[in-house]
């Protein structure tokens, strides 16, 4: 589904150039829950802007579903984007003057879909985060647990193949991080939903099917889990 | 677009009331700035258009050719208007140059100059001039010319000393009528034609003023009484008011010089009868308003651009979230494109429910007291549409602009805020 090849980012240049990350190569096939882990500084994140087309890397490739992202212009990633990729960030970066509801549509009405569809598809994919009942509330008048399944619904609302989060429990409490984290097991387990997640906390990266261990920029450990816990 | 609209709905329905509120009251104000300013200015000399037209010389002036004494003609031409469907009311009136001696009995002495004036006498009926003009109005003191006055005169203020305007001015060439007021006689001469001069006294039964100086500067006696002080030529006039349609002055100016073909007189609408240095000055103040517009418009947009910029600024990772969820650029950008024109819209909206509704109405009630006419707000659709087209083209690229900056840079750096 996704693939990278000798993917290497880095920053500045001469003696100031700082290599993030080192000629990184792996496959993340569809419906695996993937979460990326490491210390601060590893490159983790900085490995989700990559795969996720929010940022382009110094040299190697990005191939989503056969297709060479690197040859793409900015208009067709910001289409891929909307089309195949839902995300999920570390602030749950809801839009402040748009309901849980409006904030969820949004995506699907840029989409093309009628309001009204657009809505039904929104209040779906609250329900399935069991936010529903927030759909009237506009961000602050959420809790961060709550703002972030909101996020959640916003990503999975209109059908991505791959889900990305940037560490989705780091603004939140341990009771909240594993409600948010049992959002994500299900929309695996039962949608199938390909995920890749980034996090520093083994104990959330527990729940994915598969481990991979950034230090240094470098992969040191790809594992994967036959059971979930 | 449509995506654009739907954020830039929820921004403004949800943002802070208190900036839409202070952004709507500058657009309120520029379209005043841009309107009523503007209106103001060129309405000063507009003012004195109309206070001309309906004081003096209704939609349609009459007058005696260049050169000539009279309106040749003029019993038939009278007819011909008193029977125009769409004439309502004509005022003929006579009028001759004369010489208005103030003091009757005092002889001036060595190196005094004489109570004396040159001023025009003009005959009316005043029955026929009432409908015209209303000129029992401009009675400021005294008693109104009647149809049956014998003796009796009516006098400018701006001729007498005590009354007029100018007589603190030392204007050269000015003469006034000194130690002269309501109830003095004066005595009126002028030249006979063929030798000879004709002289009588009046009684001042009253004082008429205007901001029309062909009210303020001339004397009124009836027509019945100057056509028996005129040796000759008494069914001749010099001038005839006629009220009619504004719209159909111009045809009727048309018709009305077909009928005088071969007789000598100048027919014009009231708007051809104003003496161009007014037209001269109401271009400069057209002109001037329109510069005052030009800088409330840069105003205006450098308050809209500030205001986009900085909601964008604040924003700026909002957006970049937006452009990372694939919302596209162009959607952003329109929703903010959205905003302004809300704001220019609704500004322009109550603009116009201010200038329309209230200022118009109240400066035709109440004009501004301005020395040479009574100002009027001088307010068109036509011209408030073109200037609320212009504000809404400004505030939209005032709106573009700094969205399209925001939007343009990098997406991860602005969900980063780097």
Do not use: C, W
Not at chain 1, 72 to 101: H, N, W
Not at chain 2, 4 to 27: D, H, P
């Amino acid at each position: 589904m996704i693939k990278i090849e000798k993917l290497v980012k880095t920053y500045g240049s001469g003696e100031l150039e700082l290599v993030v990350l080192k000629s990184l190569t792996f496959e993340v096939k569809a419906g695996e829950f993937v979460a990326i882990i490491g210390p601060s500084g590893s490159g983790k994140s900085t490995l989700l802007y990559q795969l996720s087309l929010l940022d382009e890397p110094t040299s190697g490739e990005v191939t989503l579903d056969g297709i060479r992202t690197g040859e793409l212009s900015m208009q067709e990633k910001t289409d891929i984007r909307l089309g195949k990729l839902g995300y999920v960030f570390q602030d749950y970066a809801l839009l402040p003057e748009l309901t849980a509801l409006e904030n969820v549509a949004l995506p699907i009405i840029m989409q093309g879909h009628t309001m009204q569809e657009s809505y039904v598809k929104a209040s779906l994919a609250l329900e399935r985060i069991g936010m529903v009942d927030k759909k009237h509330n506009v961000p602050s008048q959420l809790s961060g647990g709550q703002q972030q399944r909101v996020s959640i619904a916003r990503a999975i609302a209109h059908e991505p193949q791959i889900l990305f989060a940037d560490e989705p429990t780091a603004n939140l409490d341990s009771a909240n991080g594993i409600r948010v984290m049992e959002a994500f097991r299900d929309l695996h387990t039962k949608s199938n939903q390909t995920i890749i997640m980034v996090t520093h906390e083994p104990e959330y990266a527990a729940f994915a099917g598969r481990i991979i261990t950034l230090v240094d920029g470098t992969i040191v450990s790809d594992e994967r889990k036959k059971d979930l816990p | 677009m449509r995506v654009g609209f739907f954020l830039a709905s929820r921004q403004l329905k949800r943002s802070g009331k208190g900036t839409t509120i202070l952004i709507t009251f500058i657009m309120v104000l520029t379209f005043l700035n841009l309107v009523v300013v503007s209106g103001l200015l060129v309405g000063l000399i507009s003012g004195s258009f109309k206070q001309f037209r309906e004081a003096y010389s209704g939609e349609v002036l009459i007058t005696s050719a260049d050169g000539r004494d009279y309106i040749e003609n003029s019993p038939a031409l009278i007819a011909f208007l008193e029977s125009h469907p769409k004439v309502s009311a004509i005022s003929p009136r006579y009028s001759v140059g004369v010489q208005m001696l103030g003091s009757l009995t005092d002889l001036p002495g060595k190196n005094e100059k004489p109570n004396r004036i040159g001023i025009t006498l003009t005959g009316i009926d005043p029955d026929r001039e009432e409908v015209i003009t209303g000129f029992s109005r401009f009675l400021k003191y005294g008693e109104p010319l009647e149809e049956g006055d014998e003796g009796q005169v009516l006098l400018g203020a701006n001729m007498i000393k005590k009354y007029s305007s100018f007589a603190d001015a030392n204007i050269p060439g000015l003469s006034l009528l000194e130690d002269v007021d309501i109830g003095n006689r004066v005595r009126v001469s002028f030249s006979r034609e063929g030798g000879g001069v004709v002289s009588k006294e009046f009684i001042i039964k009253g004082i008429v003023k205007s901001k029309v100086d062909e009210i303020s500067t001339r004397a009124f006696i009836t027509d019945r009484e100057l056509k028996k002080l005129l040796p000759v030529n008494k069914e001749q006039v010099q001038a005839i008011a006629v009220k009619t349609d504004y719209e159909y002055a111009t045809t009727l100016v048309a018709e009305t010089k077909v009928f005088m073909e071969g007789h000598a007189a100048r027919i014009q609408t009231t708007d051809e009868a104003i003496p161009s240095f007014l037209r001269d000055i109401e271009t400069t103040f057209r002109i001037l308003g329109n510069a005052l517009s030009s800088v409330a418009l840069i105003v205006a947009s450098i308050t809209v651009f500030i205001v986009i910029f900085i909601n964008a600024v604040t924003k700026r990772k909002f957006i970049g979230i937006m452009k990372g969820i694939g919302i596209s650029p162009q959607a952003i950008q329109f929703s903010y494109i959205f905003q302004a024109l809300f704001y220019g819209v609704v500004g322009s909206a109550i603009g116009v429910i201010l200038t329309f509704g209230i200022l118009k109405p109240y400066f035709d009630i109440y004009p501004i007291d301005f020395p040479f006419s009574d100002g009027i707000l001088v307010a068109t659709a036509e011209g408030a549409a073109i200037r609320i087209a212009i504000l809404l083209a400004v505030t939209l690229i005032a709106g573009y602009i700094p969205a399209k900056i925001i939007v343009r840079r990098n997406t991860l750096d602005s969900i980063l805020g780097r």
